[in-house]
DNA sequence: AATATTTAAAGAAAATTTTCTTTATAAGAA
DNA sequence: TTCTTATAAAGAAAATTTTCTTTAAATATT
């Protein structure tokens, strides 16, 4: 247990934020902004202006009374930071719909990822491409994840195989799991899983729409 | 501003993890289980004990020391207060692979939300069918939504047509968009919009791999 | 040049959320 | 029965995160 280091940790609420605004000023970008100030920022995202400084002040970048931030450099302190800039490759697992929706995503933008290769076990499936990605049988997992160095996973399979595909991928030495299905995945302390789950999100939607119900 | 009702609002974080220990709970009543304590279900969950007892305090159930709680009846108070019970009807948006993706997902368990019918505009996507759901054109969606009184939309659209698609469905009556897209909605501020970016997802993976590989 | 205004930065305060502590209760064991 | 133990419940404390406040700096205006 080694917490000597008073390395200030990052919120993480900070962390899912930084993407969105990077988001929103690649577009800013593109319609010709140069600088743009905090409460610009705030302003378009909702959000609250001191909030958008102080996340923003995480990246290292330093904005200028009454000019803000200069867009090109803020966006490259973000991607820096996000580590967005880094070709992240990954292996996908799970060529169904949802994963050739992540594949197809990456095709048009950087969302910080490179999907190198998917991988399934339905033999209709492999051989395929879908945009730009191969899709192998996960039988080649293992010799892949050796020969291209990867150490991300992103976990797209059908729930009932998911810790199995899951326990595959960590056996050929995958540090990080992205487990987009509804499973909880039971692994060891040291790999990284994050999840995303997708009732998470209904849930907070239907309470929502409950209490507006409510409050006429 | 009225705030002065004492409705104790309930946490987003826990709103998060209810569904979570839903799911958990009806995979461990299919093996069985008949009564769950909440370290049982911190244990597995990798939780804090307390932290599990308060969420589901919030449904009102009661559990029984030494005993636990009722699998039955904790899933069905769970189920009551998610609104998981109701027939929560959408429509989606967008006909892709991530749209597609969704219908196949709720064919087979319930997500809390029944897609009734889903909506695009490229022409080669209509008619189709995919796990129950009809893809219908937009054009149709107005008459949709009053002829099956729908309110809840799924936008699943290419990020460049989010924000019109988006404007169509409230224009449609639609009073909550469940946002899949990687685009910042500018809407009403009586529309409920839930985000749900996979970016965010990818950046607290990286910052927490990167972190990992500092700290040897 | 002087002044007013905008804004980033830093720190304090407030709000929220999680974790810890205590208490009460009921089940099982002795 | 009596004692021990596991657990929910309730409240307190701690940690985290957001919002508020103050300060300082730099630009634009007069």
């Given at each position: 247990?080694?917490?000597?280091?008073?390395?200030?940790?990052?919120?993480?609420?900070?962390?899912?934020?930084?993407?969105?605004?990077?988001?929103?000023?690649?577009?800013?970008?593109?319609?010709?902004?140069?600088?743009?100030?905090?409460?610009?920022?705030?302003?378009?995202?909702?959000?609250?202006?001191?909030?958008?400084?102080?996340?923003?002040?995480?990246?290292?970048?330093?904005?200028?009374?009454?000019?803000?931030?200069?867009?090109?450099?803020?966006?490259?302190?973000?991607?820096?930071?996000?580590?967005?800039?880094?070709?992240?490759?990954?292996?996908?697992?799970?060529?169904?719909?949802?994963?050739?929706?992540?594949?197809?995503?990456?095709?048009?933008?950087?969302?910080?990822?490179?999907?190198?290769a998917?991988?399934?076990?339905?033999?209709?499936?492999?051989?395929?491409k879908?945009?730009?990605v191969n899709v192998l049988?996960?039988?080649?997992?293992?010799?892949?994840?050796?020969?291209?160095?990867?150490?991300?996973?992103?976990?797209?399979?059908?729930?009932?195989?998911?810790?199995?595909?899951?326990?595959?991928?960590?056996?050929?030495?995958?540090?990080?799991?992205?487990?987009?299905?509804?499973?909880?995945?039971?692994?060891?302390?040291?790999?990284?899983?994050?999840?995303?789950?997708?009732?998470?999100?209904?849930?907070?939607?239907?309470?929502?729409?409950?209490?507006?119900?409510?409050?006429?």
């Amino acid at each position: 247990m080694q917490k000597d280091k008073k390395i200030k940790p990052v919120p993480e609420p900070t962390i899912k934020r930084l993407p969105v605004y990077l988001h929103y000023l690649n577009k800013a970008r593109l319609e010709g902004v140069i600088n743009i100030s905090a409460p610009t920022i705030a302003g378009e995202l909702k959000l609250d202006p001191t909030q958008v400084v102080k996340d923003l002040s995480f990246t290292g970048i330093k904005g200028r009374t009454k000019i803000g931030y200069n867009i090109y450099e803020l966006i490259h302190y973000l991607e820096e930071y996000l580590g967005f800039n880094k070709t992240n490759n990954a292996f996908l697992v799970g060529a169904g719909n949802l994963g050739s929706a992540l594949m197809a995503y990456q095709a048009g933008q950087s969302l910080g990822l490179k999907i190198l290769a998917a991988f399934d076990i339905s033999a209709d499936r492999i051989g395929e491409k879908t945009g730009q990605v191969n899709v192998l049988h996960m039988n080649n997992f293992g010799e892949m994840v050796k020969r291209l160095n990867v150490s991300i996973g992103i976990l797209t399979t059908p729930e009932h195989v998911a810790q199995e595909m899951a326990e595959k991928m960590i056996a050929c030495r995958i540090k990080a799991i992205w487990n987009l299905t509804p499973a909880y995945l039971k692994l060891p302390e040291n790999i990284i899983v994050q999840n995303t789950s997708m009732y998470s999100n209904v849930a907070v939607l239907l309470k929502r729409l409950e209490e507006s119900d409510v409050v006429i």
